[in-house]
Structures are given as C-alpha cells and as structure tokens.
T-cell receptor, first 115, second 116 residues
Framework: AQKVTQAQTEISVVEKEDVTLDCVYE???????LFWYKQPPSGELVFLIR????DEQNEISGRYSWNFQKSTSSFNFTITASQVVDSAVYFC????????????WGAGTKLIIKP | DAMVIQNPRYQVTQFGKPVTLSCSQT?????MYWYQQKSSQAPKLLFH???????NEADTPDNFQSRRPNTSFCFLDIRSPGLGDAAMYLC???????????????FGDGTRLSIL
C-alpha cells in the first residue's frame, strides 16, 4: 500500500527562523515521484517541486531546500529565514508514475510564521 | 497570468438544486482533474480526463458528473447537492504521456461551494 505521512499537523515559528517540514512515504514501487505543494490561505495549490525515485540529489531554490533520502523514505522540506508570506499549508504527495493518476497526499502541515 | 481558471470563486446553491462549476485552461494540457477539498483535509480526487477519456474514482458519489467538451474546458455538475457537498472544489491540469502520471499538476484558485 502507498502512504504519505506528515506527522506535524501545525508548526509555529517566529519570522527569520529556519523550519523543516517532514514527509515520510511508503511504497513498494521502484519508480515513483514525490511532490510538494503549498496552499496559502487564499486556497490555490501551488506546485513547489517534483523529485523522482532515481534522483536523490538535494535541491535548493532560494530559501527553500529539499532533502530526499530513500534509505529513510523521507522527503523533507526546509525553509531558511522564514517569512510571514511562507504561512500556508504544505502538502507532500506521492505518484506511482504509471497510468494511475491518483496522487497519494499527506494530511498537510500548517505552517504559521509570526512576525 | 491565470492558466487554470475556475468560475465562480464562490458559489451558493440550495439543497437539492443542481449546480455547475467550470474550469478552463490555457496550458493545452491533456489531463484535467477535479478535486474536492474539505476544511483541514487534503484534496480528494473525484475524477479526471485523459484527453476525452473519462476516469471516475471508485468512491466518487453518483451525484457528481463531469463534462469536457474540448481541451480547454471542463465542468463539474452536482445533480442534487447535499449539505455534505459543501467544500472547495479544485480543478487541475497536467501534461502526461500515455500510461504515465509523473508531471506536476497545475491548480486553479478553486470554487468554494456553500449549500443552503
């Protein structure tokens, strides 16, 4: 069975702190894809990153970085020097990459950045 | 530049009165999706179109139907809305190759549906 676990329901930090959002997944597939999406209070889901199972390189995009570790089945997301605009719900999701188009979503982590 | 456009942003309907939500895209993506998202939950896939091929999720209620008259447009019809159908409805698109689902989905702003 496939599953995505985001154990942190809500995180609250003060602006400029670094924060890491955890994502742990379960799958028996050898080929799969992992995604992070951001959902600000306005409601739209914004794609942040995709990683395939064969690419374990970490990625950095400005203040955002992602750490993919197959050994621990984790795909964690770190925001450095957080800003109030980072306040949102962040979802981690898993795709099998085959003709099954259903994304397996984590429950989401609500991130609150206080000024 | 909105690429996946959902109208209206807010929709109020009466219990049992049919309602249609619309989605259009300028990305020319071949796959379109409809999701239902309730408060504090992850999105739940209702159905998707791969080109003109309609794919219904097994647990999508019969009350929900969809139409895709062309590549750019997709509609969600709720035939007899109940109070439990109040939710945010999200449309998404992606460009996929046959037999593969690995591309990011691009979402619209959503339509928040209220049932009176």
């Amino acid at each position: 069975a496939q599953k995505v676990t985001q154990a942190q329901t809500e995180i609250s930090v003060v602006e400029k702190e670094d924060v890491t959002l955890d994502c742990v997944y379960e799958t028996r597939d050898t080929t799969y894809y992992l995604f992070w999406y951001k959902q600000p209070p306005s409601g739209e889901l914004v794609f942040l990153i995709r990683r395939n199972s064969f690419d374990e390189q970490n990625e950095i995009s400005g203040r955002y970085s992602w750490n993919f570790q197959k050994s621990t089945s984790s795909f964690n997301f770190t925001i450095t020097a957080s800003q109030v605009v980072d306040s949102a719900v962040y979802f981690c999701a898993l795709s099998r990459g085959d003709s099954n188009y259903q994304l397996i979503w984590g429950a989401g982590t609500k991130l609150i950045i206080k000024p | 530049d909105a690429m996946v456009i959902q109208n209206p942003r807010y929709q109020v309907t009466q219990f049992g009165k049919p309602v249609t939500l619309s989605c259009s895209q300028t990305l020319n993506h071949n796959v379109m999706y409809w999701y239902q998202q309730k408060s504090s939950q992850a999105p739940k896939l209702l159905f998707h179109y791969y080109d003109k091929d309609f794919n219904n999720e097994a647990d999508t209620p019969d009350n929900f139907q969809s139409r895709r008259p062309n590549t750019s447009f997709c509609f969600l019809d709720i035939r007899s809305p109940g109070l439990g159908d109040a939710a945010m409805y999200l449309c998404a698109t992606s460009r996929e190759s046959a037999g593969k689902s690995n591309q990011p989905q691009h979402f619209g702003d959503g339509t928040r549906l209220s049932i009176l």
